[in-house]
């Protein structure tokens, strides 16, 4: 953990962009506001952001080729302060931070193209509102937790799922559906102990 990917959201011409970040193995994204990619805006406020993170979950970052990263030097201010290697990905090639990518289609049903940030009224209090929404859904590739979940280590671990095919004969077939724990047997319950996410499958001998 501690490994992200990196761009920018652009709204209307001449309104500003958003950072945005997604660490990689717990999806967990920040996100932040800048009117324009000057450097003095942008590192002042990346690197408050960076200092919300926990250190040991900030070691690398593999960006695209903005100039808002690599051209105004913002990288190499990053690096020296922050101690985080910043990679960046080869022109013409967003699919080498493809989660990121995916992330940011997830950010623009919030944020749509051609949104104008000048003129949207609590714009910090909106983007917050969109990461708080992001690191709370439970995500299917993450076995049903959140990225706040993973990230943070609320849990110890990814839920084990224990999948169980009994054969006897049963009203109705039930396919991979998730019965809650009172609809289940005595003797499912014996064979289901110490997990918390199961599968039941009942085949009609």
Known sequence: ????????????????YVFTFVEKLSRYTIMLYVSSKKLKETKEKVLRKFNSIPKEKLLSITYDNGIEMLHNGL????????????????????????????T?????????????FRKTENLDKIIQ????????????????QTPYEIFFSVKPKLFPIKVLHLNYNAPVILF?????????????????NGFDLYIVIRHRS
Not at 104 to 116: A, E, H, V
Request: aromatic share 8%; hydrophobic share 30%.
């Open 129 to 144: 509102d969109v990461e708080i929404k992001l690191n709370h859904r439970a995500r299917k590739c993450l076995q049903y």
């Open 104 to 116: 940011n289609g997830l950010i623009r049903q919030y944020l749509p193209k051609g949104i104008d």
């Open 176 to 192: 991979g559906e998730y019965l809650p724990l009172d609809k289940v047997t005595l003797l499912e319950q014996e064979l289901l």
């Open 1 to 16: 953990m501690g490994h992200w990917e990196g761009d920018t959201i652009e709204g209307k011409k001449g309104s500003g």
């Open 75 to 102: 990288y190499k201010i990053i690096q020296e302060i922050k101690n985080i290697r910043v990679y960046f990905t080869d022109p013409g090639k967003p699919y080498q931070r493809g989660l990121n990518e995916n």
